[in-house]
């Protein structure tokens, strides 16, 4: 039975490992609900679904549930799956992210942007997200080196945290401009751009668009080698 919906403008702490998941209460008629096998869930227990639901009550596939663990409350649970997966389908599915690695997360504050920065700082690589003047205690706190965009061009900060020499990973969540600037900041040759919008105004951009992976459940996104 379905108890709570989300919303990805909540902004979730989240403490890893995390299972991603929507919060539906499991209840059935009788104990043929679970197959043989399924042992991580009993009658009444609250769990996590990845799906998007439009009923009271559905059949689930038990891979897709995880208990809800008590630090996390119903509304923040189900808060998690659109962003967190989307930002770990991006950064460790895509870009592959590894420990060490300089990463940028532009719009740090926001939805995906906050959970790329938790799975990032997680991978314990090395995290820099861009923020307003307003927001930049928010992407300090979640575990990133803020960069405020309005006040910094794009050579600016590279030179300023990179050296000039860019960075390993950049997540684009904005899309536009901001897609075009994920160019410039990257690494050439061995530099990572991806985005979970996959438009810009550039050429360069285009083609990433054009060269997109179809995400397997919640959205378009786009990976390219700069």
Known sequence: MVRTFGTSADSLRIVFPISHGSTVRISARSNETFTEGVVRLTLGNEA???????????????????????????????????VFITAW?????????????????????????????????AFTAQVFATASAAKMKIVQAYGAVPINYQAQSVDEYLAEHTGSEGF???YDTVGGSTLDDSFLA?????????????????????????????????????HVDR
């Open 168 to 170: 390993d990973v950049v």
């Open 89 to 121: 389908e991006g950064l460790i599915d895509r870009a592959r992210l590894r420990a060490g690695q300089k990463v940028l997360i532009h719009a740090g504050a926001g939805g995906v942007g906050n959970a790329a920065v938790q799975i990032a700082h």
């Open 186 to 222: 990257a690494k050439t040759y061995t530099g990572h751009v991806v985005s979970c919008l996959g438009w810009g105004h550039s050429q360069a951009s285009a083609a990433v668009f054009s060269r997109g992976h179809v995400l397997r459940r919640l959205c378009a996104l786009a």
């Open 48 to 82: 996590m679904l990845c799906e998007q639901l439009s009923a009271t009550h559905m059949v689930a596939d038990a891979d897709l549930l995880a208990p809800r663990t008590g630090n996390l409350s119903p509304r923040a649970a189900a808060a998690i799956p659109l």
